[in-house]
């Protein structure tokens, strides 16, 4: 049987710096050498060796919808969401209701938002 671990997302994005600026200031990430290549690529720490690369294709069109997510998991949800509320940043539940939070069958509550090129972002409080 062969094993697999996460190892990182990479998403196109239309102004990289931009995109940095965006996950520094709402998630909080700290951006880490890009030590695959010298291109214009960069990378954002997702901890334990986690990472996102935002690939700057300024020129390419970025089609997204809702399913299409990547999803992170925080003890403190509460305090993620007041965060967005004093960053105005606008949030939602699946369903598109705005500013509401939604609890899942399971008891995960969690919150959807998108980044500057419109990918959306789930924060739950799924952790182990």
Not at 6 to 34: C, G, P, R, T, W
Not at 81 to 97: C, F
Not at 101 to 121: A, L, M, S, T
């Amino acid at each position: 049987m062969i094993l697999f671990s996460f190892n990182h997302i990479a998403l196109s994005v239309k102004d990289v710096d931009a995109s940095i600026a965006f996950y520094q200031k709402v998630l909080q990430l700290e951006e880490i050498k890009n030590t695959a290549s010298d291109s214009k690529t960069r990378w954002l720490s997702l901890g334990e060796g986690k990472q996102l690369h935002l690939i700057p294709r300024p020129n390419a069109e970025i089609k997204i919808n809702k399913a299409v997510h990547f999803a992170l998991a925080t003890s403190d949800i509460n305090a993620f969401i007041t965060h967005l509320a004093v960053l105005n940043i606008e949030y939602s539940d699946w369903k598109n209701t705005p500013n509401k939070e939604y609890i899942r069958n399971d008891g995960i509550k969690q919150v959807y938002f998108q980044d500057p090129n419109g990918y959306w972002i789930e924060v739950n409080d799924d952790i182990l």
